[in-house]
């Protein structure tokens, strides 16, 4: 790991401040996986902006009839809270699907978002990455791409984002909260948060330079079946093969989100429409201009056999 400086930011506006002073900056929270990139020197920041301790740690219910989600709401207490359970159970059962119990109890709700990719060939310095080294190459392509994406990818990465949390906070519509260095404040869409990776894979998110997420918002509960099923290679402790984020209403209708394989958490909204008609004209919708590899062409069937298992879930429960 290499010599970096410290300091504790007072709010979040001053954190973001002091970001943009000093360059190769990051923010730390839980720090589950910016460590593990720093002992890696795939992430070699010179200043860390510690960001605990700026009351962020709170869920409060909003205007609207949602709740708020401060960015350092730890992972565990999230899954948890008694209005997360009751009203939005496939956020809960999402954040239980991950990680480790040690991990949950660190890990915070804006770090899980932004979580990089845990793609073997980034992880290992000797090979070539794109994301990691831009430029370099993607030695995925052409590698082991087993657990790799098959859709919404491109020639010059086929990593999955990781996080389970993400996948269902898609499916519930979620909007993420920001301040900027100037201390102006904004507030996206989650799925407009995360960026496919096209030419430039090292660039995941729509964030500007040093911009904080400071809380994420989910609206009014909107009922339904609310299921998470996620297929892995264990039964813990190891990313989606293929996850499922789900609220199925007694219609037939809802949302449908899937994890492990894209660059983001994929959903298109109007590819739910076929809920009705089955998982197969589903899944087609879904995965229309799907690009597998030969090791991973697998999740296309993966995909329409879970999501049979889903709707059948659903439909017992209702």
């Given at each position: ?13 001053e ?20 460590l ?9 920041p010179?200043h ?7 009351a ?34 496939l956020l ?27 793609c ?16 370099s ?21 086929i ?30 869409a ?53 996850s ?5 209403h ?49 999740k296309?069937?993966l ?5 049979a ?10």
């Amino acid at each position: 790991m290499r010599p970096f400086t410290y300091l504790r930011a007072k709010s979040p506006a001053e954190a973001a401040a002091l970001a943009a002073q000093v360059n190769d900056s990051r923010f730390i929270g839980g720090g589950t996986n910016l460590l593990d990139l720093m002992k890696l020197e795939i992430e070699t920041p010179t200043h860390l902006i510690d960001v605990n301790g700026l009351a962020l740690d709170r869920i409060d219910a909003t205007p609207e009839g949602g709740l708020r989600i401060g960015a350092l709401v730890r992972n565990t207490d999230l899954a948890a809270d008694a209005r997360i359970r009751k009203d939005y159970g496939l956020l809960s059962r999402a954040l239980l699907a991950g990680a480790s119990g040690q991990l949950r109890n660190m890990a915070t709700t804006a770090g899980n978002l932004l979580q990089r990719t845990r793609c073997p060939y980034f992880y290992d310095t000797n090979q070539a990455c794109n994301k990691r080294q831009p430029g370099s190459g993607c030695a995925a392509i052409g590698g082991v791409s087993r657990q790799l994406g098959i859709i919404g990818v491109s020639d010059a990465c086929i990593a999955t984002h990781p996080s389970d949390m993400a996948v269902a906070m898609r499916a519930l519509d979620a909007q993420v909260e920001t301040v900027r260095p100037d201390g102006t404040t904004r507030s996206l869409a989650l799925t407009d948060l995360h960026r496919l990776p096209g030419t430039t894979p090292n660039i995941e998110t729509t964030l500007t330079p040093h911009e904080l997420i400071t809380a994420v918002t989910l609206p009014a509960p909107i009922g339904g079946s609310q299921i998470y099923q996620k297929v892995r290679d264990r039964s813990s402790y190891a990313f989606a093969l293929v996850s499922i984020a789900a609220v199925i209403h007694k219609d037939g209708t809802g949302r449908i989100a899937l994890g492990g394989v894209a660059h983001k958490p994929w959903r298109v909204e109007a590819a739910e429409s076929a809920l009705p008609q089955g998982a197969k004209a589903l899944t087609d919708q879904l995965l229309a201009g799907a690009t597998p590899t030969h090791d991973n062409a697998f999740k296309l069937i993966l995909v329409e056999r879970t999501l049979a298992s889903v709707m059948a879930q659903a439909r017992a429960q209702a």
